[in-house]
């Protein structure tokens, strides 16, 4: 089984997420420059954080037009497990891959810090390994993280089991208080209806050792691995 | 009586646009190979109240110097309209 | 065409008298117009270090461990490994536009790292600004946080640490120090040298346009006057072109095929092709017609002092300019090859088919050196009587203290560092909060532990010792999370040169510093010095602002500033004495300012260095943080407030010796850390205090959910620590 990550010019957490996967989580992991459309039989395809293209114009607006993304939507269609992580995600809403948009944080500026996830659907071959409801401590560091979706689009999204992280407290409370960008319905990161496809604001990869403060990132990354292994298809919402 | 200020605020002519700059390579790739030049900006409306539209313009003008841009690096153009 | 006077050129461009002349008997004729260009952004206080240079001689340059002085920054070199490291200042952009001017900030000192071959892994910054109520000064410091976190944010290097200050000294003319590390196999490093002849030239990066022509090394020559008007425009910040050159750089140091590098920051051509040239003992001939311009109709002079950020000079073995220049394409990166290395020692410029520079590398790079009188500042012996007597003892001292813990001064900077990016590249282990940040080293066991210091207000009333603080804080700073000091990088900034009073301060700052760092054994290997921060509310405080890193030898046993367990005791080590003076607590609550700063002892400081490097290898600690300013009080404060969890405390000052109570809690004795341990390691620590002659007093416990200070039956303060959390943390968000 084989990672990639996708190198954007402007993507800053490429390295970190390749750590993560090879020396951490000793996985057999690759990097994808943007320009070329070879996947290189990767099982997982990984849309790092960063600023593609210096967020210019709008975040993921540039970088969704690079040769390696038409790969990437082929590979989404014939079932393939996409993760995009911050600017990832902020990609793959650009792309149309994902539902919704991101909007610039709440109070208006970058913010950098630990919050807590709580786990909306341990169903999914990105979190098969929490629990339902489980909390996890990682960080958040972007501008652009309030993500949008109109009321009635929320309700489907949620419905389906879509919501896969909500922003909470240390005891899994949602609210106001616990909501670090003012993203609707603090959602912190959805699937696409198959499942295959997740986007998150949350960076896991820096969530993956003791000595940074926390390892819950490492349950991400290990439930990709898990389900490729079982190929969990049942139970995974379809 | 109110009115609505529209501001468009540019970098000045040979201060450096790296945005610009950047999306103009993107179109370039997306093969809009006419496209010459892209130049960002910002852009504000502020609605206020004012007695004439002179006032506004002048409060407006003043708004642009003191905070929408920087003379060092920008420049500013705006309209004032009446607001209904 | 019309006909320029070059003499009259030279004066407008800030040549002194002599200097013209220097130049005639130099070049045996008169100068071409590029030419007095050249020479002038060279010989100019920014680059050519002109009244500062015979004293920077008297930094020490050895240490410990190996040292590394190199042509843009320095470092030292532990386990194989060269930790490279400098401060900048970028204060006069800043001032003018504080967003951008703080982001080129960023983006020069990273690439000054870069140029060594390294890889940039942290930055961090130390910022003065007026006071906040200012809202000119709370504009500027609100633009200089959003151009860091923009710039800084984006191109990946995570900003983990500094200081930030507010003085009203800083109102007219902020200063903006920024300091990068990078990291690289010693074999690796590279050097800004021009040599091996026929080798190419080569330009990378963004391209050329007329950005801050004259900007920053003019800028930085002179002081600023009221008429904003006649500024010349500074640089735009493009960190996404940062990030690829970063990236596309690296790649191809990595070739094999880069003889050497160096910015293009500060004075541009002019300076990375004459002194690669004259590093080299090479000559450079360059024709301006190859570089990668953005705007139309540029003169030589033009391209030669533009300061367009995001660019390097390369000089790259012959015959493999295309693979290198590849690189940079792949990263959509301009790479022309310009020019080659000659053996005339000229530095040869041309364009349109003339030659319109020719100039032997190593006068241009032989600026002036001058050493003007200077004389002590009448206003040191007003400042410097101060009487406790004359304080009176406020009734309150709780209002004080709440009083304290929402100066700005002392207040959280949570506002500031949650802006910045401080965990990308994954290597940060104490996150940002307390001064010191603490960084992995991926592959390794050991750490790297970095620290920004300076009290400037101490430095007003008595630079030498003001200096000397700064460097025995950072240096407790370090040692307080376990690391050994290894290297200093200073940036020192401070008023006009050329008048004897601010000549004084530097002098006697650079000597504090100098004094002290042969003390403790650590080098000095780079730095920056900024003149001319003046405006028309005077000169800032002289500000000899240092940077500390320190090596944690093994990473798994460092330990943090704040509070971890419910329970643990608190000790303080080192003796509070009566010392009030330069104290933010005089500022705040009595509104003097006054001193003398607190005494120092170099050789105690030490001795504590050590001893706590020796606690926390063999895990004694919980939590260890110096006390500085705000004094005991406000550090139990940040101790107890700024981890992840907020806790109370519960002391009793009773034994720390018969003080008045304001000096107890408030007073800023050097030499002391506070520090927070499980109960069964209290004998034991005990002990080894008294062994190393430490003074060492238990001061109570981490407990509760209130803040209580008291001294014997006396309670002096007793605020819920929830209250506390409230006005500490909120503190800079009122004003911003």
Known sequence: ?238 | MKYCGKVVVTLKPGVFDPQGMTIKNALHTLSYQEVEEVETGKYFRIILKAVTKEEAERRVQEMCERLLANPVIERYTFEVEEFR | MQVVDPERVARELGLRKGEYERILSVLGRAPTLTEVAMFSVEWSEHCGYLHSKQWLEFLPREGRFEVLVGEDAGGIVYDGLAIVFKMESHNHPSQIEPKQGAATGIGGIIRDILGSGARPIACLDSLHFGPLDDPRSCYVAKGVVEGIAWYGNCVGVPTVAGEVWFYPAFRGNCLVNVMCIGIAPRGRLARAVAKGVGNAIMYVGNKTGRDGIGGCSILASQEFGENEEKRPSVQIGDPFAEKCLIEATLEALATGYIVGIKDMGAAGLTCSSSEMAAAGESGIDINLDHVPVREEGMEAWEIMMSESQERMLLCVLKEHEEEVRNIFKKWGLEAEVIGRVTDTGRVTIRYRGEVVADIPAKELVRPPVYVPPRERPTYLDRINDLSLDNVPLPEDLESAFRQLLSSPNLASKRWIFEQYDHMVQTNTVILPGKGTVVLRVKGKHWGIAVTTDCNPFYCFLDPYRGAQIAVAEAARNLASCGAQPAGVTDCLNFGNPEKPDRYWQFTEAVLGLSDACRFFGIPVVSGNVSFYNESPFGAVYPTPTIGMVGIVEEIDKVVGGHFVKEGSIIVLFGETKEEIGGSEYLRVVHGIEAGPPPSLDLSFEKRLQEFLISCVRDRLFLSACDVSEGGIAITLAEAALSGDKIFGVDVDFASCGDLREDVLLFGESCGRVLVSLEEEKLQVLMDRAKHWGIPCVVLGKVQGEHIVLRKGKKTLVRLPVSQAFEIWEGAIARYV
């Not at chain 1, 940074?212 to 079982?230: P, Q």
């Open chain 1, 1 to 238: 089984m084989r990672f990639g990550v996708v190198v954007f010019p402007g993507s800053n957490c490429d390295y970190d997420c390749f750590y993560a996967l090879r020396d951490v989580l000793g996985q057999d992991v690759v990097f994808l420059w943007h320009k070329n459309t070879d996947l290189q039989g990767c099982d997982c395809i990984i849309l790092p954080g960063g600023f593609s293209y210096g967020d210019y114009l709008r975040t993921g607006a540039i970088a969704r037009f690079s040769p390696i993304m038409e790969a990437v939507r082929d590979f989404v269609l014939q079932g393939g497990l996409v993760l995009g992580i911050c600017n990832g995600f902020q990609i793959l809403l650009e792309s149309g891959l994902l539902p919704g948009a991101l909007l610039p944080n709440r109070n208006g500026r970058f913010i950098c810090r630990y919050v807590y996830l709580r786990v909306e659907n341990a169903n999914t071959p990105f979190t098969c390994l929490c629990t339902p409801g489980e909390i996890l401590r990682i960080p958040i560091a972007h501008y652009q993280g309030n993500f949008f979706l109109p009321q009635d689009e929320l309700g489907i999204l949620t419905e389906r089991g879509q919501v896969v992280f909500r922003y909470c407290g240390p005891q899994g409370e949602v609210s106001e208080a616990y909501n670090p960008n003012g993203s609707v319905g603090n959602v912190a990161g959805i699937a696409s209806s198959d499942f295959r496809v997740m986007g998150m604001m949350p960076h896991p990869e820096r969530a993956c050792e003791e000595i940074l403060g926390s390892v819950d990132g490492r349950k991400i990354f290990l439930s990709i691995v898990a389900w490729l292994e079982e190929k969990r298809y049942a139970g995974c919402g379809s």
